[in-house]
């Protein structure tokens, strides 16, 4: 991948089962698309990753106050019905990513959702396995429901509005990841585009962004 110069952020990339998603750097004005060697035979290697800009996104709440988070994700458009888990950062500041391909991951630097803000999940596209999660995310439209469950066995509801396919260098991190938003978004984010080993894998990014409805009690 090029290198991309941008005033006030950096964008690299990490590699989710061969495709790149892009995220904000923490700091510096100038930093490089990283690609991932990995192949659908070896979906475990990810590329070195650096998270969103923290001062863009919600920060992590004090340890002496329990937070609700995200525990569950349904899509039903698309038979998405998964566990969600919270990634964090590695001991060298990169960004976690879900170890199982069944299984989603949401950025928890970001807020919950159903908070201000952009909140993301992440999942993976395939596996040597074969489909993982967001598989079919591509085939969501507009007006598909998403529904999150949270911690506290609150409901966020979210309409799909659109979906968009970005190849990887012109991935626009800030409007996914930091965009500046006193309403709730969900952005949804997974690989997609041709599979091009030799240039690293996936070369687009899929993603789904989605408007607030409500948050309920039950999934009524």
Same mark, same amino acid.
């Given at each position: 991948?090029?290198?991309?110069?941008?005033?006030?952020?950096?964008?690299? /990339?990490?590699?989710?089962?061969?495709?790149?998603l892009? %995220?904000?750097?923490?700091?510096?004005?100038?930093?490089?698309?990283?690609?991932?060697? @990995?192949?659908?035979?070896?979906?475990?290697?990810?590329?070195?990753?650096?998270?969103? +800009?923290? /001062?863009?996104?919600?920060?992590?709440?004090?340890?002496?106050?329990?937070?609700?988070?995200?525990?569950?994700? =349904?899509?039903?458009?698309?038979?998405? /019905? /998964?566990?969600?888990?919270?990634?964090?950062? +590695?001991?060298?500041?990169?960004?976690?990513?879900?170890?199982?391909?069944?299984?989603?991951?949401?950025?928890?630097?970001?807020?919950? !959702?159903?908070?201000?803000?952009? *909140?993301?999940?992440?999942?993976?596209?395939? *596996? =040597?396995?074969?489909?993982?999660?967001f598989?079919?995310?591509? +085939?969501?439209? !507009?007006?598909?429901?998403?529904?999150?469950?949270? *911690?506290?066995?609150?409901? @966020?509801? %979210?309409?799909?509005?659109?979906?968009?396919?970005?190849? +990887?260098?012109? %991935? !626009?991190?800030?409007?996914?990841?930091?965009?500046?938003?006193?309403?709730?978004?969900?952005?949804?984010?997974?690989?997609?585009?041709?599979?091009?080993?030799?240039?690293?894998?996936?070369?687009?990014?899929?993603?789904?962004?989605?408007k607030?409805l409500?948050?309920?009690?039950?999934?009524?």
């Amino acid at each position: 991948m090029p290198r991309h110069r941008l005033r006030g952020i950096a964008v690299v /990339s990490l590699a989710a089962v061969g495709c790149s998603l892009v %995220f904000l750097g923490l700091h510096g004005d100038l930093g490089s698309a990283e690609t991932s060697t @990995a192949s659908r035979a070896d979906p475990a290697r990810d590329a070195v990753t650096r998270p969103p +800009n923290q /001062s863009l996104t919600a920060k992590p709440e004090s340890a002496s106050r329990s937070r609700v988070l995200p525990a569950s994700l =349904k899509i039903p458009a698309i038979q998405v /019905s /998964s566990d969600v888990i919270r990634l964090g950062l +590695n001991e060298d500041d990169t960004v976690e990513v879900p170890k199982d391909p069944a299984t989603v991951g949401w950025y928890g630097l970001g807020p919950t !959702p159903g908070q201000p803000g952009s *909140s993301v999940m992440l999942g993976h596209r395939d *596996s =040597k396995q074969g489909a993982a999660v967001f598989y079919r995310l591509q +085939n969501l439209k !507009p007006a598909d429901r998403v529904a999150v469950r949270l *911690s506290d066995r609150a409901i @966020a509801h %979210f309409e799909v509005t659109r979906v968009v396919s970005y190849a +990887n260098e012109k %991935f !626009p991190a800030q409007k996914v990841y930091a965009v500046k938003t006193r309403r709730p978004v969900l952005n949804l984010v997974t690989c997609g585009g041709a599979y091009d080993r030799a240039a690293g894998g996936y070369q687009s990014n899929v993603v789904v962004y989605t408007k607030y409805l409500w948050t309920s009690d039950s999934d009524t």
